[in-house]
């Protein structure tokens, strides 16, 4: 407030005060009202005497001025005074007793804490990296942002589309677009009618999981998405982890486990980095048609490999028991949190049944623009564009970790996830190596305590800064290491 104001909030106050008998002064210190001010006075006067009722300094049965002694005192209209004793009144603050009149009602023990509004050094930000192998964005040199925002204006300048609420199950025009984009890219053999768009895969495995229902038990890897077991977790569905061997999960694993539901992403697999085999797609699907099992398949970036051809996706083969999850994060923009999710006919019912009660959590604006970008098959091109510069980023970092760790160094390769998952010889604890890299202004991807490797993705760092980052992390290594 500047020193004119100041000025005239206490004129003003004084001046009230000098109306009003000494018995009623008090209440009146707490009204500070600025005429000048861009706000409105009603709002003023309530917000002062709510403040008053929540610090403490008017208390329960409190009577309060009238209208008319309100509006006397800080010259301003009945009107002015009666809406914000009305909202307050509303709210609960105060009351109003017919022939009686107002009277404070809530009664504050402890003072609410207020935020401040601060710019500090407190405040957290958002970490910058020197060397950003987290995977948490995508390189700038893949996407055309001025042509993704070019579908997106398309759809803004079309107002009627934006004034009503999107469709809970995902934008029709959407789910046809993802049905041809998905059968041509991946294989995924379903209609429209069985997918359903999300704001994210998490989110997505919320919803499936309520869909199969609780005290269930879910099989995955010991490396799987860290996300979803944090949402199995949170559910409250008992976890487990399968056993694989150089072709993918294996059965007899799966045997002593007997879950109801199990994550694969058959695009990986841990010994080896290979995709899963046909042959034990197809003995997976049998198991869990036999033994009413739920196969979840993680197509994460399915699409994305580029050293040799994608298969078909497992729900291919299997349209009874398995549920297809999509996503376009690496593929288009990390920012773009569309993802999709493809149901078997037993689990559509279900979600039917549940369906009007869901809201959907994706844009609406983002998933028309994305059905157009699919629809003009911009996506194609832009797939083709991505696979040459992830090949050429991906023989960069294995070039550079073999240069400065020695070529006996292990690495497995996660093709369509833009990673490397590297054993370095002496270390044991890589969670403390990962504490350090952070430390020295080096972002890893986030993993579990136990998983003793060191996973790099090659998606956000550019080719360039490849080589340094890891001679960075090799100097590290080496310091913990003396």
Same mark, same amino acid.
């Given at each position: 407030?500047?020193?004119?104001?100041?000025?005239?909030?206490?004129?003003?106050?004084?001046?009230?005060?000098?109306?009003?008998?000494?018995?009623?002064?008090?209440?009146?210190?707490?009204?500070?009202?600025?005429?000048?001010?861009?706000?409105?006075?009603?709002?003023?006067?309530?917000? @002062?005497?709510?403040?008053?009722?929540?610090?403490?300094?008017?208390?329960?049965?409190?009577?309060?001025?009238?209208?008319?002694?309100?509006?006397?005192?800080?010259?301003?209209?009945?009107?002015?005074?009666?809406?914000?004793?009305?909202?307050?009144?509303?709210?609960?603050?105060?009351?109003?007793?017919?022939?009686?009149?107002?009277?404070?009602?809530?009664?504050?023990?402890?003072?609410?804490?207020?935020?401040?509004? =601060?710019?500090?050094?407190?405040?957290?930000?958002?970490?910058?990296?020197?060397?950003?192998?987290?995977?948490?964005?995508?390189?700038?040199?893949?996407?055309?942002?001025?042509?993704?925002?070019?579908?997106?204006?398309?759809?803004?300048?079309?107002?009627?589309?934006?004034?009503?609420?999107?469709?809970?199950?995902?934008?029709?025009?959407?789910?046809?677009?993802?049905?041809?984009?998905?059968?041509?890219?991946?294989?995924?053999?379903?209609?429209?009618?069985?997918?359903?768009?999300?704001?994210?895969?998490?989110?997505?495995?919320?919803?499936?999981?309520?869909?199969?229902?609780?005290?269930?038990?879910?099989?995955?890897?010991?490396?799987?998405?860290?996300?979803?077991?944090?949402?199995?977790?949170?559910?409250?569905?008992?976890?487990?982890?399968?056993?694989?061997?150089?072709?993918?999960?294996?059965?007899? @694993?799966?045997?002593?486990?007997?879950?109801?539901?199990?994550?694969?992403?058959?695009?990986?697999?841990?010994?080896?980095?290979?995709?899963?085999?046909?042959?034990?797609?197809?003995?997976?699907?049998?198991?869990?048609?036999?033994?009413?099992?739920?196969?979840?398949?993680?197509?994460?970036?399915?699409?994305?490999?580029?050293?040799?051809?994608?298969?078909?996706?497992?729900?291919?083969?299997?349209?009874?028991?398995?549920?297809?999850?999509?996503?376009?994060?690496?593929?288009?923009?990390?920012?773009?949190?569309? @993802?999709?999710?493809?149901?078997?006919?037993?689990?559509?019912?279900?979600?039917?049944?549940?369906?009007?009660?869901?809201?959907?959590?994706?844009?609406?604006?983002?998933?028309?623009?994305?059905?157009?970008?699919?629809?003009?098959?911009?996506?194609?091109?832009?797939?083709?564009?991505?696979?040459?510069?992830?090949?050429?980023?991906?023989?960069?970092? =294995?070039?550079?970790?073999?240069?400065?760790?020695?070529?006996?160094?292990?690495?497995?390769?996660?093709?369509?996830?833009?990673?490397?998952?590297?054993?370095?010889?002496?270390?044991?604890?890589?969670?403390?190596?990962?504490?350090?890299?952070?430390?020295?202004?080096?972002?890893?991807?986030?993993?579990?305590?136990?998983?003793?490797?060191?996973?790099?993705?090659?998606?956000?760092?550019?080719?360039?800064?490849?080589?340094?980052?890891?001679?960075?992390?090799?100097?590290?290594?080496?310091?913990?290491?003396?």
């Amino acid at each position: 407030m500047s020193y004119s104001r100041f000025l005239l909030c206490v004129l003003l106050k004084n001046k009230l005060n000098a109306k009003i008998s000494k018995g009623d002064t008090m209440l009146y210190d707490f009204i500070i009202i600025d005429k000048t001010s861009s706000a409105p006075l009603y709002m003023q006067i309530y917000a @002062s005497i709510r403040r008053s009722v929540e610090n403490g300094s008017l208390v329960k049965n409190t009577k309060l001025p009238s209208v008319r002694q309100l509006s006397s005192g800080l010259e301003v209209s009945k009107t002015t005074v009666s809406a914000a004793y009305e909202q307050l009144c509303v709210e609960g603050y105060i009351k109003n007793k017919p022939q009686s009149g107002y009277y404070v009602e809530a009664q504050f023990e402890n003072a609410p804490k207020k935020s401040e509004n =601060t710019h500090s050094s407190a405040i957290a930000q958002i970490k910058r990296y020197d060397y950003d192998f987290s995977g948490k964005s995508i390189d700038d040199k893949i996407i055309n942002i001025d042509e993704w925002k070019k579908y997106v204006k398309e759809v803004i300048n079309t107002g009627y589309m934006l004034m009503s609420y999107g469709e809970p199950q995902g934008e029709t025009v959407l789910r046809n677009a993802l049905q041809k984009y998905s059968l041509g890219v991946r294989s995924v053999n379903t209609s429209a009618e069985n997918i359903v768009v999300g704001a994210g895969t998490q989110l997505l495995l919320y919803l499936l999981c309520s869909l199969v229902g609780t005290n269930k038990t879910v099989a995955t890897a010991k490396s799987s998405y860290i996300q979803a077991e944090f949402i199995f977790k949170t559910l409250g569905l008992d976890i487990k982890y399968f056993d694989t061997d150089s072709k993918g999960i294996t059965i007899s @694993s799966l045997e002593k486990i007997k879950p109801d539901m199990v994550l694969i992403n058959p695009n990986f697999i841990a010994e080896n980095g290979m995709s899963m085999p046909v042959s034990r797609r197809l003995e997976l699907i049998k198991w869990a048609k036999e033994n009413d099992c739920i196969i979840i398949e993680d197509d994460y970036n399915g699409e994305l490999r580029y050293s040799t051809h994608p298969m078909p996706c497992v729900q291919n083969y299997d349209i009874e028991n398995t549920v297809y999850l999509g996503s376009f994060s690496k593929i288009l923009l990390p920012s773009v949190r569309i @993802s999709y999710m493809v149901l078997p006919d037993k689990l559509l019912k279900k979600y039917r049944q549940i369906s009007p009660y869901i809201n959907q959590t994706a844009s609406k604006t983002e998933q028309n623009a994305l059905a157009k970008y699919l629809e003009n098959r911009r996506l194609d091109a832009h797939l083709r564009k991505a696979r040459r510069v992830y090949l050429e980023k991906s023989k960069q970092i =294995t070039d550079c970790v073999y240069k400065y760790f020695g070529s006996d160094t292990q690495i497995i390769f996660n093709e369509t996830s833009l990673y490397i998952s590297v054993k370095i010889k002496g270390i044991s604890d890589y969670n403390e190596i990962r504490k350090k890299l952070d430390e020295n202004n080096i972002a890893v991807m986030p993993e579990k305590a136990e998983i003793n490797a060191l996973n790099l993705s090659f998606s956000g760092i550019s080719v360039d800064k490849i080589d340094a980052g890891i001679k960075r992390i090799c100097d590290v290594i080496q310091q913990e290491k003396k």
